[in-house]
């Protein structure tokens, strides 16, 4: 059958396939997006199990990706000033944050970020002029807390682990409750 002028049969069936084609790409997102809500289900539980609730993980990971670090801070203040208004805490002397409290200064930050880059497996980059003294102090605590991760992580999945085994029964295939019958 040959097309005579008008016909839009062509043209609708690209559209239909094209519209397919977006349909399948993003039904793909939506399983992968499933599996990683799945993912990271598992992985708050687990995290629950071992004494960190979802609240402080939560809590952690809008800090670490916050554009504006003073953010975090500013929403800390308010806080802790709630709770001093209701008596829940001491009262500060007024001034900033960490007014009653000893300031880290800039080479402890430093050594702060350093480390919990090593410690969290984020990029060996610095952010510093290479180099330089603060560069230099950013890798040192970097491969510190890489070193710290590395060594510690194998134990403390392994006592993990073995104490879930040991809650969970054998799986031999056999009826525990074959006696009982």
Known sequence: MTAMIG???KAERERR???AYY???DRD???KIKALGEEKKSNRQNAKASGFPAQKLDHYLKAFQAEDHQ?????LKSERENLEWLGYIPATSGGDLLSQMDRVDGEQMIRAKGFHAGL???DRVSGYDAGS???KLWLDSYDAGKAEYESDIPDILARINAAASKE??????SDPFEDAA
């Open 120 to 122: 969290t497996g984020l």
């Open 17 to 19: 396939v094209l519209f």
């Open 29 to 31: 997102i939506a399983a």
């Open 71 to 75: 953010k975090p801070v500013d929403k």
């Open 133 to 135: 003294v603060d560069d």
């Open 168 to 173: 969970e029964p054998p799986a031999d295939g």
């Open 7 to 9: 016909d839009n049969s």
């Open 23 to 25: 349909h399948k790409k």
